[in-house]
């Protein structure tokens, strides 16, 4: 997937967040956004994901050589973010179904390698995601992101909540299953 931003810019009321974005992103590429704390880089995320327009400039998504339509983004896109919600009722098999259901995993993942992908006991696949700590939360989300069947994967500050030992292993879940898809991380 290819991605050409041109003078892009997204304000909330009269404050500009960001503006004159142009570039380009390539099949493959990875890329970091970094800056402080409401410095703009969820919202670019955000734009970037499909789920905000911007207020200014345009993207073109393209695939297979032709332009995507901007309502089937959602289907190559995937992103892993602390203020995204889980289905709190869902116990962890649950959730990693349901999610497989309307988005793919990759190649060789199904929903049982997902969950031992995580490296939880094995008895949390039936716990309800409400009984989870922050950290297996994102643990989960960016299992969800790096897995699903997407050419353009965003994390949003992926090593929110983790310990030591949790972005050892999201390193890892990176290393491995990245692959030959455009990465975008934004982290201060």
């Known amino acids: 997937?290819?991605?050409?931003?041109?003078?892009?810019?997204?304000?909330?009321?009269?404050?500009?967040?960001f503006r004159r974005i142009t570039t380009e992103i390539g099949p493959g590429q990875r890329w970091s956004v970094l800056g402080p704390n409401g410095s703009g880089k969820s919202t670019?995320?955000?734009?970037?994901?499909?789920?905000?327009?911007?207020?200014?400039?345009?993207?073109?998504?393209?695939?297979?050589?032709?332009?995507?339509d901007k309502g089937a983004v959602y289907q190559h896109v995937s992103i892993a973010a602390p203020y995204m919600e889980l289905i709190e009722e869902f116990s962890l098999a649950e959730l990693v179904a349901f999610h497989h259901r309307f988005k793919p995993f990759i190649a060789g993942m199904g929903p049982d390698s997902v969950v031992d992908l995580l490296q939880f006991r094995s008895f949390v696949a039936q716990q309800q995601i409400r009984e989870f700590s922050s950290g297996m939360k994102q643990r989960v989300k960016l299992a969800l992101a790096l897995c699903s069947d997407a050419r353009l994967i965003l994390l949003d500050e992926p090593t929110t909540n983790l310990d030591r030992q949790g972005v050892e292993w999201y390193l890892?879940?990176?290393?491995?299953?990245?692959?030959d898809r455009s990465l975008i991380v934004a982290s201060n």
Not at 63 to 68: I, Q, R
Not at 172 to 179: K, S
């Open 1 to 17: 997937m290819k991605i050409s931003l041109d003078n892009i810019g997204k304000k909330f009321r009269r404050d500009w967040i």
């Open 44 to 68: 670019l995320l955000r734009v970037l994901s499909g789920h905000l327009t911007p207020s200014k400039g345009s993207i073109i998504f393209h695939t297979g050589g032709k332009n995507l």
């Open 172 to 179: 890892d879940l990176i290393t491995r299953f990245a692959g």
